[in-house]
Protein backbone atom coordinates (compact mmCIF):
# COMPACT_ATOMS: atom_id res chain seq x y z
CA UNK A 1 0.00 0.00 0.00
CA UNK A 2 1.53 2.98 -1.17
CA UNK A 3 1.70 6.17 1.07
CA UNK A 4 2.88 9.53 1.17
CA UNK A 5 2.40 11.70 3.89
CA UNK A 6 4.16 15.35 3.96
CA UNK A 7 5.26 17.45 6.96
CA UNK A 8 6.76 20.76 7.90
CA UNK A 9 4.14 23.06 6.81
CA UNK A 10 2.75 26.17 8.84
CA UNK A 11 2.82 29.96 9.34
CA UNK A 12 5.93 31.70 7.73
CA UNK A 13 5.96 35.75 6.87
CA UNK A 14 6.78 36.78 3.81
CA UNK A 15 10.54 36.47 2.84
CA UNK A 16 10.74 33.51 5.30
CA UNK A 17 12.13 29.74 4.20
CA UNK A 18 10.46 26.56 5.08
CA UNK A 19 11.45 22.75 4.22
CA UNK A 20 8.61 20.50 3.96
CA UNK A 21 9.16 16.41 4.01
CA UNK A 22 7.02 13.55 2.57
CA UNK A 23 7.69 10.54 3.96
CA UNK A 24 7.00 7.59 1.33
CA UNK A 25 6.37 3.81 2.01
CA UNK A 26 4.80 1.05 0.32
CA UNK A 27 6.64 0.87 -2.97
CA UNK A 28 10.22 0.99 -4.46
CA UNK A 29 10.90 5.13 -3.38
CA UNK A 30 14.35 5.19 -5.13
CA UNK A 31 12.98 3.71 -8.93
CA UNK A 32 10.40 6.65 -9.32
CA UNK A 33 10.15 10.24 -10.38
CA UNK A 34 8.79 12.42 -7.36
CA UNK A 35 7.21 16.18 -7.33
CA UNK A 36 5.48 18.92 -5.20
CA UNK A 37 2.51 20.00 -6.40
CA UNK A 38 0.30 23.01 -4.83
CA UNK A 39 -3.29 24.39 -4.46
CA UNK A 40 -3.55 27.80 -3.54
CA UNK A 41 -7.01 29.23 -2.34
CA UNK A 42 -9.80 29.27 -5.33
CA UNK A 43 -6.77 28.06 -8.08
CA UNK A 44 -6.14 24.85 -9.47
CA UNK A 45 -3.42 22.60 -9.11
CA UNK A 46 0.53 23.88 -9.80
CA UNK A 47 2.84 21.60 -10.43
CA UNK A 48 6.17 23.28 -8.50
CA UNK A 49 9.14 20.60 -9.07
CA UNK A 50 10.60 16.97 -10.09
CA UNK A 51 13.06 15.39 -9.28
CA UNK A 52 14.61 12.27 -11.07
CA UNK A 53 14.61 8.61 -9.40
CA UNK A 54 18.33 9.08 -8.34
CA UNK A 55 18.14 12.52 -7.54
CA UNK A 56 20.45 13.38 -10.07
CA UNK A 57 18.05 15.93 -11.98
CA UNK A 58 15.73 18.26 -10.91
CA UNK A 59 13.23 20.43 -12.71
CA UNK A 60 11.18 23.54 -11.41
CA UNK A 61 8.37 25.30 -12.37
CA UNK A 62 8.41 29.12 -12.85
CA UNK A 63 6.88 30.07 -9.84
CA UNK A 64 9.58 28.82 -7.76
CA UNK A 65 12.95 28.37 -10.10
CA UNK A 66 15.66 30.08 -8.27
CA UNK A 67 14.34 29.63 -4.47
CA UNK A 68 13.94 26.48 -3.78
CA UNK A 69 15.10 23.09 -4.05
CA UNK A 70 13.49 19.78 -4.46
CA UNK A 71 16.06 16.69 -3.06
CA UNK A 72 15.69 13.57 -1.66
CA UNK A 73 17.24 10.46 0.33
CA UNK A 74 16.60 7.21 -1.03
CA UNK A 75 17.89 5.92 2.10
CA UNK A 76 15.69 7.20 4.62
CA UNK A 77 12.59 7.11 1.58
CA UNK A 78 11.92 10.80 2.49
CA UNK A 79 11.42 13.56 -0.38
CA UNK A 80 11.79 17.14 0.13
CA UNK A 81 11.69 20.64 -0.66
CA UNK A 82 13.66 23.83 0.55
CA UNK A 83 11.44 27.13 0.05
CA UNK A 84 13.55 30.53 0.73
CA UNK A 85 12.14 34.15 0.08
CA UNK A 86 8.17 33.21 0.52
CA UNK A 87 5.87 35.55 -0.93
CA UNK A 88 2.10 35.37 -0.07
CA UNK A 89 1.09 33.74 -3.08
CA UNK A 90 3.23 30.87 -1.93
CA UNK A 91 0.03 30.22 0.16
CA UNK A 92 -1.30 26.76 -0.40
CA UNK A 93 -1.64 23.26 0.05
CA UNK A 94 1.56 21.51 -0.68
CA UNK A 95 1.44 17.60 -2.32
CA UNK A 96 3.86 15.19 -2.66
CA UNK A 97 3.02 12.96 -5.54
CA UNK A 98 4.15 9.79 -7.11
CA UNK A 99 4.95 9.58 -10.48
CA UNK A 100 3.31 6.46 -12.42
CA UNK A 101 4.72 3.27 -13.97
CA UNK A 102 4.93 4.45 -17.58
CA UNK A 103 8.65 4.73 -18.57
CA UNK A 104 9.07 8.68 -19.45
CA UNK A 105 5.42 9.68 -18.46
CA UNK A 106 7.22 12.24 -15.19
CA UNK A 107 3.44 13.70 -14.94
CA UNK A 108 1.24 11.22 -15.06
CA UNK A 109 0.47 11.24 -11.27
CA UNK A 110 -0.77 7.95 -9.45
CA UNK A 111 -0.52 8.86 -5.48
CA UNK A 112 -0.86 11.70 -3.43
CA UNK A 113 -0.36 12.44 -0.01
CA UNK A 114 -2.67 14.28 1.90
CA UNK A 115 -1.39 17.73 1.92
CA UNK A 116 0.57 20.42 4.29
CA UNK A 117 -0.90 23.73 4.50
CA UNK A 118 1.70 26.29 4.32
CA UNK A 119 0.47 30.11 4.85
CA UNK A 120 2.63 33.40 3.86
CA UNK A 121 1.33 35.86 6.10
CA UNK A 122 2.74 38.69 7.74
Known amino acids: QVQLVESGGGLVQPGGSLRLSCAAS????????MSWVRQAPGKGLEWLAGIFSTGTNAYYGNSVVGRSTISRDNAKNTLYLQMRDLKSDDTAVYYC???????????????WGQGTQVTVSS
Open 26 to 33: GFTFSSFY
Open 97 to 111: VKSGEVPGAYYEFDY
